[in-house]
């Protein structure tokens, strides 16, 4: 059974002005798109097919074609779905809670994942991660590697994550990262997140 790209949740244009329509139809029509066909041709006639993504990632990552584009399927996934038009403000709740808990507060944070995703040199991800029993850390990783990748970040569930790739801001916001990032905190879906959260802790 082959891996499909998921359609986006909502329109390409719904995160404006924070992330643009353009930005997002290649992003999803073509780059995600593009993981997710060379995913399925690298594990297609092995003994990888029919196994899960989390899977894969979690036992392949000397496999570059998989760690690649396993990566880029999984990562932009999620990422769609950590998105929202209504997004943005703070978490409440439990996971409210786990943040100033691990954190000390929203605004460290905050400050923290935005520097994890401002400094993370060339292309990947920056991600708050939970770990069994609750505990969150901010980490980020290369390329599309990701926290299921063991050694690869911090350990742990990704629960919230940002591409840091060009190609996720370049035609909006070209050379200004930390503006795209600061515009990201808009669009954050954190029902969504906490949903994770709660799952993973
Ligand atoms: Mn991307």
Redesign the pocket.
Known sequence: MAFELPNLPYAHNALEPHIDARTMEI?HGK?HAGYTSKLNAAVEGTDMEGKSIEDLLANNTDNKAIRNNGGGFYN?RLFWEIMSPNGGGTPSGELGQAIDDSFGSFENFKKKFSDAAATQFGSGWAWLCVHPGGKLEVCSTPNQDNPLMPGAGCEGQPILGI?V?E??YYLNYQNRRPDYISAFWNVINWDEVASRYAKNK
């Open positions: 992003h780059h932009h591409d790739w190609h996720a």
